[in-house]
């Protein structure tokens, strides 16, 4: 009896499991099609010449996706609480003890001046922020003349900041054989952030920073292409 009380108890927990995982359709979560309609609408009234219009829902699933088969990937529920922050929706908006992006982020668009906290879970008011901040971010890189090179810039400054991603180009600047203005095989190169592995996260905050815009643009974004392309927002080959 013993045995049967426990094998039926982890056949529980695995339906439970397995209900709480994201199902996938062409390799895309689920959930993102709920979202589909709202992040295009989004992109048309507020950044209508995103060059890699794909680029968008490629960044939600690097920041929300542990896995592509988990509960909170795709959904603006999806929450990192560490000791050093806390980073919540589909762009993980982060507030620690030195900054606070949600109060950064209001004054980046009007639709976003009255936006409470205890409203941080609406999913419009968390993709109008993400790309709120990726189009200033792009706007910031007007010298990058290479528009893969300037989103990739973009990108990584979503991740670590302008300001880091500022020193870094000085670097590259006073680097031999290094174009300030390219990020790939240049300013990737090159940083002022730390390489060893932090805690609670696996690796350095220079790993995650540089592979955050190769992950977006050379992996994710192939399988939204499609979709946008569809929608009339082919963007730039």
């Given at each position: 009896m013993k045995k049967i009380i426990t094998f039926v108890f982890s056949f529980l927990i695995s339906l439970q499991c397995f209900a709480q995982k994201q199902e996938l359709i062409n390799g895309i979560p689920k959930s993102y099609y709920t979202y589909e309609p709202l992040l295009l609408k989004v992109l048309k009234e507020d950044w209508s010449g995103i060059p890699y219009p794909a680029v968008i829902p490629s960044q939600i699933e690097q920041e929300t996706c542990i896995s592509l088969t988990h509960s909170k990937c795709w959904t603006p529920y999806a929450e990192l609480k560490t000791d050093r922050e806390y980073g919540f929706g589909f762009g993980q908006i982060t507030i620690t003890k030195r900054f606070n992006t949600f109060e950064e982020v209001k004054g980046l668009n009007n639709k976003l001046a009255d936006w409470r906290f205890e409203d941080r879970y609406n999913p419009e008011k968390q993709i109008i922020s993400l790309v709120a901040m990726l189009k200033r971010n792009y706007n910031h890189f007007k010298d990058v003349k290479n528009t893969h090179d300037r989103m990739a810039f973009s990108l990584a400054s979503y991740n670590g900041g302008l300001g880091g991603i500022n020193s870094d180009r000085r670097i590259c600047r006073n680097t031999k054989n290094c174009d300030y203005?390219?990020?790939?095989?240049?300013?990737?190169?090159?940083?002022?952030?730390?390489?060893?592995?932090?805690?609670?996260?696996?690796?350095?905050?220079?790993?995650?920073?540089?592979?955050?815009?190769?992950?977006?643009m050379f992996n994710r974004i192939k399988k939204y292409e499609p979709r946008f392309c569809e929608n009339g927002l082919c963007g730039l080959k």
């Open positions: 203005t390219r990020w790939w095989g240049n300013v990737e190169l090159y940083s002022t952030k730390a390489k060893t592995n932090i805690k609670g996260y696996g690796k350095s905050f220079f790993e995650i920073n540089r592979e955050y815009p190769r992950n977006i």
